[in-house]
């Protein structure tokens, strides 16, 4: 009976099946919800020669606009040179001033937070969890007109008197998503730690705050590495929204400039093209590394 069943073979593995009722498919594991790191991955992939193509269409169009109207392509350019500089240094630089001190005081709280969420208290670990997921499934803008209004605009400490720019409340507001984000990132990271490990070194009677600090965590520095600079990137590139609150930063100083120029319509696409190329090459270089890094610290099973 055994050889007779060998030639046949095994059915569903070297043999096909003999009857149409319902099999169970093997078992793949799938992520739920949506990539974190999709955002970076398409802009990873993009080809180098992007940004050369970007600024071909910039100086395309004011060559294509110039029969409709006195101030063309040459004045356009001309203007664009001209506003350069102060839109680098003043404008441009601050976006990345912004960002750093938001993904700094972020990082800091975020952590604290995810740490909150691994708590054995329970209240510590449920208050830490609403926080993370009210500022986590929040718009940006939002948070960051609600800082605006809530903060005030000066303060007095002892008869002097402080005053809070608006950049501070971007900052401010900026900081509570990232904050929100590298909580879960840490709270994963912590997670994704084999229950093994944790085993082990109760078992060479560790406590829990040894455990976590040097043997948790140490292990989750490489896994975090690529997500929060995935979320510095996005952070980078959301730092426009600080011109709706008025700060000074490269979009407000760009309709500054434009403004300066007389708003001529063949100003827009240079300008703004500028603007987008600047954060392009800022971004671009953050996405190829975390994709690096992503596969370098990658968990081989």
């Known amino acids: 009976m055994g050889s007779r069943a060998m030639k046949r073979g095994i059915v569903g593995i070297t043999a096909p099946g003999r009857t149409d009722l319902a099999v169970l498919k093997p078992f793949r594991p799938q992520t739920t919800g949506p990539d974190p790191m999709l955002l970076t991955r398409w802009v990873a992939n993009l080809p180098v ?68 969420q691994i708590s054995l208290n329970p209240v510590v670990r449920r208050i830490a969890w609403f926080i993370t997921q009210l500022f986590r499934n929040s718009p940006w803008l939002v948070i960051l007109f609600i800082v605006l209004l809530a903060f005030p605009f000066e303060i007095v400490i002892g008869g002097v008197i402080i005053p809070i720019p608006d950049w501070i409340k971007a900052v401010i507001g900026l900081s509570l998503p990232i904050m929100a984000n ?67 930063e490269l979009i ?11 708003n001529h319509p063949e100003l827009l696409v240079p300008f703004y093209s500028f603007a987008l190329i600047m954060f392009f090459a800022y971004c671009y270089p953050i996405a190829r590394w975390t994709i690096a890094l992503e596969r370098k610290f990658a968990v081989k099973l």
């Open 182 to 248: 590298i909580s879960e990132i840490v709270r994963g990271a912590v997670a994704s730690v084999p229950t093994a490990q944790w085993e082990a070194s109760e078992s060479l009677a560790f406590s829990r705050r040894q455990t976590l600090w040097q043997i948790i965590l140490p292990q989750c520095y490489k896994r975090m590495i690529p997500p929060w600079m995935n979320w510095y990137a996005i952070l980078t590139m959301a730092t426009p929204l600080c011109s709706l609150l008025g700060v000074e």
């Open 252 to 262: 407000t100083l760009t309709r500054q400039a434009m403004e300066g120029e007389d």
């Open 49 to 116: 020669w992007t940004p050369l193509a970007l600024l071909s269409i910039a100086l395309l169009w004011p060559v294509l606009a110039h029969a409709q109207g006195k101030y063309g392509y040459a004045d356009a350019t001309e203007a664009l040179w001209r506003w350069l500089p102060f839109l680098v240094w003043s404008g441009f630089f601050f976006n990345v001033l912004i960002s750093v001190l938001s993904m700094a005081i972020g990082t800091v709280a975020g952590a604290a937070l995810g740490l909150a």
